[in-house]
């Protein structure tokens, strides 16, 4: 058994890049803990990481864990600085961004106007076929005319592709069979298809979800993939965890697939911690605040618990219907 263990969190925010490392004296029980801060550092966000490792002095070959978080992911969308997407989904369906739901706010404003959709009309693509809500498969996919969308997305310059067919929660075949010839069709473009992500009902929730998740997926890829290969080249040989939303951690490969789920990642961590301090001092009941560079978020934790939905929205406000992501994210 080693002497010591010897783990690190950090959490990349909108200004500073934050660091915690605890060492645990495997003979005595004894703790160590190190805190330190460094400047975030846009758009290359894990060189802020790897210079708070450097300035806490962190011996990063010894690590036996790291875990990080981010906002990342949040701030891409906030500050619309994610790829751009093209749609593809069932016939007929293709205004489901736009239409939306009733239920907005500020119900009877005359001069109300919708959200912007992420996905303009006009790369919003629709494909025959249609499956109902128990799976049966209706009418059989035709990918006849997925070649031209390629070639259109291409044009018009996509660098993500988000597939969304109705009742792809009951049965994904169509979704499947779609995202397997879009990639042999084009290999080298990010694409993400809706049963990836969640398999619950609600189209223009998953439409949604699919879209966002696809918007900032080839940066949220770029960042990941750079940040393990400079942990790397410190010499660091354990597993990179990434938290989540929902105040669970994941694994690097998995998270790059469907990065929405980090959506929340910063602040669930954050909340959790609450929770957990709440415990220590016997407050089971906790209003926590965290207040970023970009954004502030507020949670209350109820009986010792962190509250987990998935009916999450980003941008919701008085005047504004929001964008809803269907992920597990802390309330």
């Not at 990836?196 to 879209?211: A, F, G, L, M, P």
């Amino acid at each position: 058994m080693p002497d010591k263990i010897t783990r690190v969190a950090t959490d990349v925010g909108g200004t500073f890049t934050d660091l915690v490392y605890f060492e645990t004296d495997t003979r005595t029980g004894a703790q160590t803990v190190r805190t330190d801060k460094s400047d975030t550092t846009p758009p290359d966000f894990e060189k802020g990481v790897l210079a708070v490792l450097d300035k806490a002095g962190v011996d990063v070959e010894s690590l036996d864990f790291l875990a990080h978080g981010t906002t990342v992911v949040i701030n891409s969308l906030t500050e619309r600085k994610g790829a751009k997407v093209g749609l593809i989904t069932t016939r007929g369906f293709r205004d489901v961004l736009e239409i939306g739901r009733g239920n907005r706010p500020d119900f009877f404003n005359l001069k109300y106007q919708k959200p912007e959709p992420f996905v303009e009309r006009y790369l919003r693509r629709e494909l025959p076929g249609r499956v109902d809500f128990h799976g049966v498969e209706q009418v059989p996919l035709d990918l006849g005319g997925l070649g031209q969308i390629v070639a259109d997305f291409r044009a018009e310059g996509v660098t993500a592709v988000a597939i969304c067919f109705i009742h792809a929660y009951a049965n994904p075949a169509h979704e499947e069979a779609t995202l397997a010839e879009l990639r042999r069709l084009w290999p080298d473009v990010t694409a993400v298809a809706s049963h990836q992500i969640t398999r619950e009902w609600r189209e223009y929730e998953r439409t949604s979800t699919t879209i966002l998740s696809a918007y900032v997926q080839p940066s949220a890829q770029r960042y990941l993939e750079r940040l393990e290969s400079g942990l790397r080249g410190k010499g660091y040989q354990g597993g990179l965890y990434v938290m989540q939303s929902n105040c669970g951690v994941d694994t690097v490969e998995s998270i790059k697939q469907t990065p929405i789920t980090m959506v929340e990642s910063g602040p669930a961590s954050g909340f959790w911690g609450a929770a957990e301090l709440g415990r220590i001092i016997g407050e089971p009941d906790v209003l926590a605040l965290d207040i970023g560079g970009t954004t502030a978020k507020c949670s209350l934790i109820t009986g010792g618990h962190v509250n987990i939905k998935t009916d999450y929205w980003i941008e919701r406000h008085g005047k504004s219907a929001g964008y809803p992501i269907m992920v597990p994210v802390v309330d």
